[in-house]
């Protein structure tokens, strides 16, 4: 399928992609508020900014708490260790 018919589906039938069951909520957010078809229910640039913001402080969150179960259920994993 053509990028133009894509986005004629997009315009006419409402239609878009699934969002991953894994996907961080703040960006499920920023998505799904950006695909409003009510262009006055869209957030702004202001607003987008703000929202990714609050996806980078979950993301940096998320690794940090990844990186610590990992550290304690695989100690040898350390980053610390493996750079020695």
Same mark, same amino acid.
């Given at each position: 399928?053509?990028?133009?018919?894509?986005?004629?589906?997009?315009?006419?039938?409402?239609?878009?992609?699934? &969002?991953? =069951?894994?996907?961080?909520?703040?960006?499920? #957010?920023? *998505? /799904?508020?950006?695909?409003?078809?009510?262009?006055?229910?869209?957030?702004?640039?202001?607003? &987008?900014? =703000?929202?990714?913001?609050?996806?980078?402080? #979950?993301? *940096? /969150?998320?690794?940090?708490?990844?990186?610590?179960?990992?550290?304690?259920?695989?100690?040898?994993?350390?980053?610390?260790?493996?750079?020695?």
């Amino acid at each position: 399928m053509e990028p133009l018919q894509v986005a004629s589906l997009v315009v006419k039938s409402g239609i878009r992609p699934p &969002i991953p =069951e894994d996907c961080l909520p703040s960006l499920s #957010e920023i *998505m /799904t508020r950006c695909w409003q078809t009510n262009p006055d229910a869209r957030p702004n640039f202001t607003q &987008i900014v =703000e929202m990714i913001h609050v996806a980078q402080f #979950e993301m *940096m /969150t998320t690794v940090g708490k990844a990186r610590s179960r990992r550290s304690i259920t695989h100690p040898m994993m350390n980053d610390d260790i493996l750079n020695i």
